[in-house]
């Protein structure tokens, strides 16, 4: 049996174990990795979809499109997720790795499954988008990568479970787990949920393509694939809000503004978020009206919750901590006065507000049976989940590696100047996009097809020019940001290959224990009324208002849909 070592990061103070260290390292890289390959197809989707470009024939265009969104959703986030999952447990709670030998297996299987669903996509013949909706079948490939994906991230959840075992039984930490190891487990849960869903109904359409069983019900396939293609983000939002709290503590020294508070907002995501995967579901005649209401309703409403829970939460934090420094002139000096130029930080709060405002606003109007009609099946949808996995997933992530690059990889960052702009090139431009894309989706322009003139068709449809310029907008808007993705993967990669190598710090056969967090007492003097973070109240009202505008707005184009005589 391999000796257990731990490594002290002499800048941050974290302690890595060996083995975990590796295997963080091994999945954040392979994670990059995709997300150089989902970038480069980025630019073949931006371009088609700008009209007056329209760069792929329409084969090519769907392959792209195919491969971009899976290896962008699903092997990009999750690998990283992975990274991110060991180090809330063996870093974050200072103990070895539970069983490094599985977790090695995780990562090949995970590692086998995307290469093979990629070589399967760019073979030709399963350009079947993400969605791979039977009965439009692909190469039995295409289904054997992505279970083997699955198989392999399942694995590496029950790792993380097994190294919390071993925390507790060898008493790593004193009292309860840390606030972002428990948001950790929250992912961990929902992605057993996830991912054993995406099994169910994998399994049979990969028996089905190699011509075991006749046929899988179309309906059913649909149910169940969302069940396992929306909840994936459901893990991204709970791995990424940990994220949050962590990059608050980091660069702030902010704790929760209650404890108890943030771990009960984790838990409505257990019990909620994944019935918002039902929103994708409103136009199937096959189910019926009160479980669609209730889905995504009156149950959703809970997890949306949740998500006003963290929003205002981990803000407050930050503005308790900066007021305690002595910022506390007006209402916002205390954001005014944060570390614009610490891309961790900058990056956060990007993703932090673009998620709420952009990505959480429009989920919830989705979710409405009546107003997602407007928009079904439209430019809407990916706008949407832009907002949420891009501007709010993928950012947090850049702005982790941005902290994990001296402290886990023992590298300088090349270019510290051209960090510093990368989380604005990147969320901003993302900001537009999913605005002019979910303005075209108002407008009716087509979420799937390859061509929104529909040229040389019998029957062609007149669109506005607003939606034309819109579209060349998602176009330009695209390119930038995909010249934001460029630089951050320049930065990382050219930060692991040239950047000056940093003291690893001691080495220890033993851990030091987490010591037990002294209690501290939210200040209650700033603010009339002894509101403790009253620039983060007024925020958090005018995306209230924001959220009420929007929604009735968007009953008021339902009502125009069809004229009352």
Request: overall charge neutral; some cysteine; hydrophobic content about 60%.
């Given at each position: 049996m391999t000796a257990t070592t731990y490594r002290t990061c002499p800048r941050s103070g974290l302690?890595?174990?060996?083995?975990?260290?590796?295997?963080?390292?091994?999945?954040?890289?392979?994670?990059?990795?995709?997300?150089?390959?989902?970038?480069?197809?980025?630019?073949?989707?931006?371009?088609?979809?700008?009209?007056a470009v329209h760069l792929l024939a329409a084969d090519t265009f769907y392959m792209v499109l195919t491969a971009h969104g899976i290896d962008m959703?699903?092997?990009?986030?999750?690998?990283?997720?992975?990274?991110?999952?060991?180090?809330?447990?063996?870093?974050?709670?200072?103990?070895?790795?539970?069983?490094?030998?599985?977790?090695?297996?995780?990562?090949?299987?995970?590692?086998?499954?995307?290469?093979?669903?990629?070589?399967?996509?760019?073979?030709?013949?399963?350009?079947?988008?993400?969605?791979?909706?039977?009965?439009?079948?692909?190469?039995?490939?295409?289904?054997?990568?992505?279970?083997?994906?699955?198989?392999?991230?399942?694995?590496?959840c029950f790792?993380?479970?097994?190294?919390?075992?071993?925390?507790?039984?060898?008493?790593?930490?004193?009292?309860?787990?840390?606030?972002?190891?428990?948001?950790?487990?929250?992912?961990?849960?929902?992605?057993?949920?996830?991912?054993?869903?995406?099994?169910?109904?994998?399994?049979?359409?990969?028996?089905?393509?190699?011509g075991l069983i006749q046929s899988v019900d179309a309906l059913v396939y649909r149910t169940i694939w969302w069940a396992f293609g929306h909840s994936s983000q459901q893990i991204n939002v709970a791995a990424h809000i940990s994220i949050w709290y962590a990059v608050a503590a980091i660069a702030f020294g902010a704790k929760p503004m209650s404890e108890r508070v943030s771990r009960g907002a984790f838990l409505l995501y257990i019990l909620?978020?994944?019935?918002?995967?039902?929103?994708?579901?409103?136009?199937?005649?096959?189910?019926?009206?009160?479980?669609?209401?209730?889905?995504?309703?009156?149950?959703?409403?809970?997890?949306?919750?949740?998500?006003?829970?963290?929003?205002?939460?981990?803000?407050?934090?930050?503005?308790?901590?900066?007021r305690q420094k002595g910022l506390t002139n007006g209402l916002f000096e205390w954001l005014r006065k944060?570390?614009?130029?610490?891309?961790?930080?900058?990056?956060?709060?990007?993703?932090?507000?673009?998620?709420?405002?952009?990505?959480?606003?429009?989920?919830?109007?989705?979710g409405t049976e009546q107003l997602n009609m407007i928009i079904?099946?439209?430019?809407?949808?990916?706008?949407?989940?832009?907002?949420?996995?891009?501007?709010?997933?993928?950012?947090?992530?850049?702005?982790?590696?941005?902290?994990?690059?001296?402290?886990?990889?023992?590298r300088e960052l090349i270019n510290p100047g051209l960090a510093q702009w990368q989380p604005y090139l990147?969320?901003?431009?993302?900001?537009?996009?999913?605005?002019v894309m979910m303005g075209a989706g108002t407008l009716g322009v087509s979420r799937r097809h390859?061509?929104?003139?529909?040229?040389?068709?019998?029957?062609?449809?007149?669109?506005?020019?607003?939606?034309?310029l819109m579209m060349a907008l998602v176009g330009i808007s695209g390119v930038v940001a995909i010249v934001g993705g460029a630089i951050y993967i320049y930065l990382t990669v050219g930060s692991l290959l040239w950047g000056r190598r940093l003291d690893e710090g001691a080495r220890s056969p033993t851990f030091t224990p987490v010591p037990r967090a002294a209690p501290t007492a939210v200040a209650q003097t700033y603010g009339s009324a002894g509101f403790a973070a009253p620039g983060t109240f007024v925020m958090a009202m005018v995306f209230l208002v924001a959220f009420v505008l929007y929604y009735f707005i968007n009953w008021k184009y339902l009502s125009q849909v069809w004229g009352l005589s």
């Open positions: 302690q890595f174990e060996a083995q975990a260290e590796k295997l963080m390292i091994a999945n954040a890289v392979t994670a990059v990795v995709a997300l150089l390959v989902g970038g480069i197809l980025a630019i073949g989707v931006a371009l088609t979809r700008w009209p959703l699903i092997f990009w986030i999750i690998f990283f997720e992975v990274a991110v999952l060991y180090f809330c447990s063996s870093t974050l709670l200072r103990c070895r790795l539970a069983t490094p030998k599985i977790a090695w297996l995780a990562f090949a299987l995970m590692l086998i499954g995307a290469v093979v669903n990629n070589v399967a996509v760019f073979q030709g013949g399963s350009s079947v988008m993400m969605t791979s909706y039977v009965p439009m079948m692909a190469a039995p490939a295409f289904y054997l990568g992505l279970i083997l994906f699955a198989v392999g991230a399942l694995i590496a790792v993380f479970f097994g190294t919390l075992v071993v925390a507790r039984r060898e008493r790593t930490y004193e009292g309860s787990v840390p606030l972002v190891t428990f948001g950790a487990i929250t992912a961990a849960i929902i992605a057993v949920f996830t991912i054993a869903s995406g099994a169910i109904i994998l399994i049979p359409t990969f028996l089905m393509s190699v909620f978020l994944q019935l918002a995967s039902a929103h994708h579901l409103l136009a199937d005649p096959g189910l019926g009206t009160a479980w669609k209401v209730v889905n995504t309703s009156y149950f959703m409403y809970f997890a949306v919750l949740a998500s006003m829970i963290h929003g205002l939460t981990i803000p407050g934090a930050i503005e308790v901590a900066q944060a570390p614009w130029g610490n891309p961790v930080f900058s990056g956060m709060f990007i993703a932090l507000i673009g998620f709420g405002f952009l990505g959480g606003i429009s989920g919830v109007m989705m079904h099946n439209t430019v809407y949808v990916p706008g949407h989940f832009h907002a949420t996995v891009v501007v709010g997933t993928t950012l947090s992530f850049m702005a982790l590696t941005y902290f994990l690059i001296p402290a886990l990889f023992r990147f969320g901003l431009s993302m900001y537009f996009f999913c605005l390859w061509d929104m003139a529909f040229s040389g068709a019998a029957l062609a449809y007149e669109w506005p020019g607003a939606a034309y």
